[in-house]
Every structure is written in C-alpha cells, then in structure tokens.
C-alpha cells in the first residue's frame, strides 16, 4: 500500500484545513487508518485513527471536537478535517495504514503502522 498525504500547508490560528491521504495499492477499507504527527523536538503521536469500516474512529483528547477524521471507500482516501487550529498543532503529520489498529503500551497508542506516507506539513501562526 502506498500513502500519499497532501493538504497541509499555512494557516492563522482559529483557521482550518483539510488533510487528505490518497491510498494506492490497496483497500482503504481493508485497513485501520490513522494521521498522526510529529512537532520539532517531540515524539512522533497519534491524532486521530479510523477503523476499516469506517464504524469506529478514535481522536486524541488534544484535537478532541476540532478535528475529525473520514473515509471516503471510493476514492481511497482518509481524510482530517481541522478546525479552530492552535499554534501547538503546528507539525508533520503523516498518514499510516495498518490491518490491525495501532498497539496501546503503557496507555499510549504507539505510532506503530505497517505503511506511512510521506508527511505534509502544518504551520499555524499565532
């Protein structure tokens, strides 16, 4: 499976942007998607994950009714609708995809997935 995610990009705080991660190769619909993020200095973590149905999705409690992740099964893609952005969302994020969901260690959901796109950045300005 390869990823493909685009969409990010400069945008002032209280903006929005929307992510989108094209798969080839591959059934989105068949896998477990997730975006996760990496800020400068800080270690890689999940924002949101979708399950292959479409049935399930998980956010993290920091993107919690501002961000909100979706599957489009036709076209491939998972998308991240972001809201009211914050300065702190400021990051890499990347698109993963896995058969099984990502393992919990420790109470953290490990940024552990089989196939991970290229990354597209996000800068919010204050």
């Known amino acids: 499976v390869q990823l493909q995610a685009y969409g990010g990009g400069l945008v002032q705080a209280g903006g929005s942007l929307r992510l989108s991660c094209a798969a080839s190769?591959?059934?989105?619909?068949?896998?477990?998607m997730g975006w996760f993020r990496q800020a400068p200095g800080k270690d890689r973590e999940i924002v949101a994950a979708?399950?292959?149905?479409?049935?399930?999705?998980y956010s993290a409690d920091s993107v919690k009714g501002r961000f909100t992740i979706s599957s489009d099964n036709a076209k491939n893609t998972v998308y991240l609708q972001m809201n009211s952005l914050k300065f702190e969302d400021t990051a890499v994020y990347y698109c993963?995809?896995?058969?099984?969901?990502?393992?919990?260690?420790?109470?953290?959901?490990?940024?552990?997935?089989?196939?991970w796109g290229q990354g597209t950045l996000v800068t919010v300005s204050s």
């Open positions: 993963a995809a896995d058969q099984s969901p990502p393992p919990v260690i420790g109470g953290l959901i490990m940024p552990i997935m089989d196939y």
């Open positions: 190769g591959g059934t989105v619909s068949r896998y477990c």
């Open positions: 979708i399950s292959w149905t479409g049935g399930t999705s």
